[in-house]
């Protein structure tokens, strides 16, 4: 595939996966069979993750990410992202009784890193921000699609099979994943990668703030829960992975210049050619 192919995948991909998505709705709803509600589930919580991935992994200008790496990030990182956040969460509960936001988004954040702390440990090729970034994008894919698919799991059982609310489920968590789990894991991923790819102290210090800062925006998405935080934040998120890939850009290599003549020597050089 070529660049513009590439750069463009994520359209393809929007279209085929809403394409599914209202097939098997519109099968679903004329026969009543209740066997098409977890594809149902699987696509409506992937779509939007798999797009956002898609829109990172084809930006021009970045060297890619291989497609085996990409998929093993998204598919253990959300599996491992989901079980690791749960232990830590239902750990803190046990011991402080009430269980704070800034703990959800501080457990959420670490366990979706765990993947990409391994690949950047195994996978030592080429490392990159903006590998780091497509990376971190991948594990938060996953770990936001597992979630979703778990949500709507339970919006289906607690209104008692109503499809309305799994829609509105996989619609207003399908739309934010993006500007949440995969916008703050790619920008904490990236930032690792670039404190591996040159070990120093600001970049550790970069690296901390970045994690901190995506504990703190995932922290003011769960406790404010208000369309206005949302925007605002998501609008935040967005930015600055927007941002981040622009600045992570390789630059195409300037053509070597031709080397310059000294006069004195170009008139030396005329005056020995025979006449």
């Not at 998405?221 to 935040?236: N, R």
């Not at 890939?245 to 290599?253: I, V």
Request: hydrophobic share 50%; net charge positive.
């Amino acid at each position: 595939m070529g660049n513009t192919g590439r750069r463009w995948a994520w359209v393809a991909v929007l279209l085929v996966g809403v394409g599914l998505h209202l097939l098997v709705l519109e099968t679903l709803a004329g026969t009543g069979t209740v066997t098409f509600v977890p594809t149902l589930i699987v696509l409506g919580a992937s779509v939007a993750p798999a797009t956002f991935l898609a829109f990172t992994q084809g930006r021009p200008g970045h060297r890619r990410v291989p497609g085996p790496v990409v998929g093993v990030a998204a598919f253990l990182g959300g599996v491992i992202g989901v079980v690791a956040a749960g232990w830590l969460e239902y750990g803190t509960l046990h011991r402080l009784g009430v269980l704070p936001m800034a703990f959800v988004g501080l457990a959420e954040e670490a366990a979706k890193l765990i993947v990409p702390a391994g690949i950047l440990l195994l996978w030592r090729r080429h490392r990159s921000p903006a590998q780091g970034l497509v990376i971190g994008v991948a594990s938060g894919a996953g770990f936001a699609a597992l979630e979703t698919m778990g949500y709507a799991f339970a919006a289906f059982v607690g209104s008692q099979g109503s499809l309305g609310a799994v829609e509105r489920t996989l619609l207003v968590r399908g739309l934010t994943a993006p500007a949440a789990h995969l916008a703050w894991t790619g920008l904490t991923a990236a930032a690792l990668f670039t404190f591996a790819a040159a070990p120093g102290g600001r970049k550790l210090a970069a690296f901390l703030l970045t994690f901190a800062a995506a504990v703190t925006l995932h922290t003011c998405w769960d406790t404010f829960g208000t369309q206005p935080a949302y925007l605002f934040i998501g609008g935040v998120s967005l930015g600055w992975v927007l941002l981040r890939l622009h600045l992570d850009r390789e630059r195409p290599a300037a053509p070597p210049r031709a080397p310059e003549h000294d006069p004195h020597q170009l008139a030396e050089v005329a005056g020995s050619e025979p006449s």
